[in-house]
């Protein structure tokens, strides 16, 4: 296979490699840099922790960004490794030669793939919480000229932008880790604004509204935070900077699912059947092999099936404790039932089903139907997105591709249930 070569520009910046103390702040986050040009030109880091500073959070970092660094060189060299070792960090960015995830997929596999797993190793070996986050870069303005000839995808922006979108999900997903997806924002903004240059004089390296650009997405996807009407502008005008806040938070939360944000973060959510001779049948929502169940039933005994069943030996009130755990994450939730000689008080939720689940357009609810209600459709950071009455047929063609909570909330009952739209 003829390999198609990186090109290194010979383009001389000015360092600045910094590495904050932490203050008080809503939410303080560690985070290593581990990169090239891409990264330090404009002094992404600083960006985003001026944009954290401005909503009252702070992100303490350090970087190694030698100029045309690819993951094979990071895993050899001695700096990066060793920063990697500094502490329990608890995000660790990589980010490519800006060409070299754009070139074919069989090239890819062979020469960037294993570096990236290695790194990722190598972050886990350090602090099995870290999480590995690819910083997916832009095309270049007009494309790749210099490997046009051996590879024409990647001759224009389209071209190679959507080869780097395809190498850097392969890299996430693989890894099980997030993708930041600084690239589609770049998409995002030339298609709403392409007056507006993301690009310096070489039309590869950003300028400084594209480092802010990338410094808002870099916001939303580790402090899980809208960047929206921040106060940090970087001396850009405000209209400038309203944009590209704009196409930042709408990249990021479009595509939740896409980028793997919130996708290895355990979600506790359960139903449970009207008991029977006092047998209650548990169903957790989140059935996903990646995750652990524990149990706990209010009597002393526990379970870590995912589907339990339970029977009490006692009529009373028991509070259930579902624990769903992902590596160093977990999340849990409790709810009551009172188990009775013959039933169950009202306040226990009938059994609703959902189907399909994952949804394209029609989602079904199978409830019985003398419960009056309404649905409540929530985002992964909770917010409201839509309310129906309770039917038993909702159409969400509407929504966004992403994951989503459907809460079904009756006069005396409240579930809530996990779903994905396709």
Not at 401 to 420: A, H, M, N, W
Request: charged content about 15%; glycine content about 4%.
């Amino acid at each position: 296979m003829k390999k198609i070569k990186l090109c290194y520009l010979s383009i001389l910046f000015v360092v600045f490699n910094f590495q904050l103390i932490s203050q008080t702040g809503t939410k303080t986050i560690t985070c290593l840099f581990l990169g090239n040009s891409y990264t330090y030109v404009n002094d992404l880091p600083l960006l985003i922790d001026s944009l954290a500073k401005a909503n009252g959070d702070d992100l303490v970092y350090d970087q190694n960004t030698p100029g045309g660094h690819t993951f094979n060189n990071h895993f050899n060299n001695a700096t990066s490794l060793s920063k990697i070792n500094l502490q329990a960090w608890q995000y660790v960015v990589l980010q490519a030669q800006s060409q070299e995830p754009s070139f074919s997929p069989a090239q890819v596999n062979v020469q960037t793939l294993p570096f990236a797993i290695k790194l990722d190793s190598a972050i886990n070996q350090n602090n099995t919480c870290s999480q590995t986050v690819f910083y997916q870069t832009w095309g270049r303005k007009f494309g790749d000229a210099s490997n046009c000839g051996f590879y024409p995808p990647v001759c224009t922006y389209t071209g190679m932008q959507n080869r780097l979108r395809a190498s850097y999900k392969l890299f996430a997903d693989t890894t099980k880790s997030i993708m930041s997806p600084v690239g589609e924002a770049f998409r995002a903004s030339i298609s709403y604004s392409p007056a507006l240059d993301l690009y310096s004089g070489d039309q590869s390296h950003p300028s400084m509204e594209g480092s802010y650009l990338a410094a808002c997405v870099f916001y939303e996807v580790l402090f899980k935070k809208s960047v929206i009407n921040n106060s940090f502008k970087a001396g850009l005008a405000n209209n400038v900077a309203s944009h590209l806040q704009l196409m930042a938070n709408k990249t990021v939360n479009d595509s939740l699912l896409t980028w793997n944000i919130g996708v290895y973060e355990p979600h506790a959510a359960f139903t449970f059947s009207t008991p029977v001779s006092a047998s209650v049948q548990f169903s957790a929502v989140s059935t996903t092999t990646l995750f652990t169940h524990k149990w706990y039933f209010g009597d002393g005994s526990t379970s870590t099936t995912v589907h339990p069943s339970k029977s009490y030996s006692a009529s009373g009130t028991y509070t259930i404790s579902h624990v769903v755990k992902f590596g160093c994450s977990k999340d849990s939730i409790s709810k009551v039932v009172t188990i009775t000689p013959t039933a169950v008080s009202k306040n226990v939720l009938q059994t609703i089903t959902l189907k399909p689940n994952p949804v394209k357009d029609r989602l079904f609810i199978d409830y019985p139907q003398e419960q009056k209600g309404q649905c409540l459709i929530y985002d992964l950071q909770l917010k409201l997105i839509a309310k129906y009455d309770l039917a038993t047929e909702l159409n969400l063609s509407h929504l966004n591709p992403g994951t989503y909570f459907l809460e079904i909330v009756s006069s005396d009952s409240k579930q809530r249930f996990k779903f994905i739209k396709e």
